[in-house]
């Protein structure tokens, strides 16, 4: 079922969705599995799925020079989706990237999960490889969401990169794409930001999903500013718990998010990450509520594979 489709059936209930990464290259999916097996009595509606494009890592030869190797730590996205709509009948949502995709390399993955049955995928330009200072897409390939977005849309109409295919199926994606309440790290404005979300949405985006945060307020007011400037489609707020005491700077950094100085305070007086992460369940358990009394139509959690610390806030709240 699509996300969008989701949200219209439950109109007065919010539900909830998480995110997971794929295990490192050399583990099994019994990994995934196990993640996934505590969360499934709270009845999540769809799962969504990282992509981790090739990076490159620099190995020394025998003759002491330095050789660049091309690496990818976590491959599986499109084989967990399959495995995660066998298993549980939950739709899984992959991820699908500029960085890393030719054109073609994008038509030929979307035929890929477009076959395995999946409505659902997320868009998303992706992060500069570690190696590089900014972001450079492939030779023929994407720099922007909108244009991929738009690649997708066109899909679903039939309209292949070949103009000479005929009778060409058409796809049926529900388009995601992120929004960030507190602006992209890159944008040079909040209203720049915000004038390039709409221009993903006007591409054929479907939803938004929000980058994380810690404060409702934040994503209360992403919410009216969006609706201000014509974006209509769900909005769908991006959660975690914050659970060790590196995180306080970490998560900032990493994600360029503020953090409530309640929040700051208490975690920072905390004597071990034990009770540290004791305080940030409980936060995310108060913000889960608040988003629900203010009717939020779904909570999406970032798990980053910690399923019981998920377990924890969703028993409180579902």
Same mark, same amino acid.
């Given at each position: 079922?699509?996300?969008? *489709?989701?949200?219209? !059936?439950?109109?007065?209930?919010?539900?909830?969705?998480?995110?997971?990464?794929?295990?490192?290259?050399?583990? !099994?999916?019994?990994?995934?599995? *196990?993640?996934?097996?505590?969360?499934?009595? @709270? *009845?999540?509606?769809?799962?969504?799925?990282? @992509?981790?494009?090739?990076? @490159? *890592? @620099?190995?020394?030869?025998?003759?002491?020079?330095?050789?660049?190797?091309?690496?990818?730590?976590?491959?599986?996205?499109?084989?967990?989706c399959a495995a995660i709509q066998n298993k549980y009948h939950v739709d899984a949502v992959p991820h699908i990237l500029c960085g890393g995709f030719t054109r073609e390399d994008t038509e030929n993955f979307l035929i890929e999960v477009d076959f395995l049955g999946i409505q659902n995928v997320v868009a998303l330009r992706g992060d500069a490889v570690k190696t590089e200072t900014y972001f450079k897409p492939e030779k023929n390939g994407h720099i922007y969401a909108k244009d991929l977005v738009e690649q997708i849309a066109q899909m679903n109409k039939g309209k292949y990169l070949d103009e000479t295919l005929q009778n060409s199926s058409c796809t049926n994606f529900n388009i995601g794409v992120s929004g960030y309440p507190e602006k992209h790290m890159e944008a040079a404005s909040f209203q720049q930001d915000l004038y390039h979300l709409k221009k993903k949405v006007e591409a054929g985006a479907d939803y938004i999903i929000t980058q994380m945060f810690f404060d409702n307020s934040k994503y209360y007011e992403f919410v009216d500013n969006c609706r201000a400037a014509g974006i209509t489609v769900p909005i769908i707020p991006g959660i975690k718990p914050l659970v060790t005491k590196s995180q306080l700077s970490m998560i900032p950094h990493r994600f360029s998010v503020d953090l409530p100085n309640d929040l700051v305070i208490a975690i920072a007086k905390s004597k071990d990450n034990k009770e540290a992460k004791e305080i940030g369940i409980e936060w995310c358990i108060e913000q889960s509520k608040d988003l629900i009394k203010n009717n939020a139509p779904v909570l999406h959690y970032y798990s980053m594979g910690k399923s019981a610390n998920l377990e924890r806030v969703l028993k409180e709240v579902f």
């Open positions: 079922m699509k996300i969008t *489709d989701h949200i219209k !059936n439950s109109p007065e209930k919010t539900i909830f969705s998480f995110e997971i990464l794929p295990p490192l290259k050399g583990q !099994n999916i019994q990994s995934i599995f *196990d993640a996934i097996d505590p969360l499934m009595e @709270y *009845d999540p509606k769809f799962i969504d799925v990282t @992509y981790h494009r090739e990076e @490159y *890592d @620099y190995i020394e030869r025998e003759d002491g020079l330095l050789e660049k190797r091309v690496v990818r730590k976590r491959p599986g996205t499109v084989g967990i």
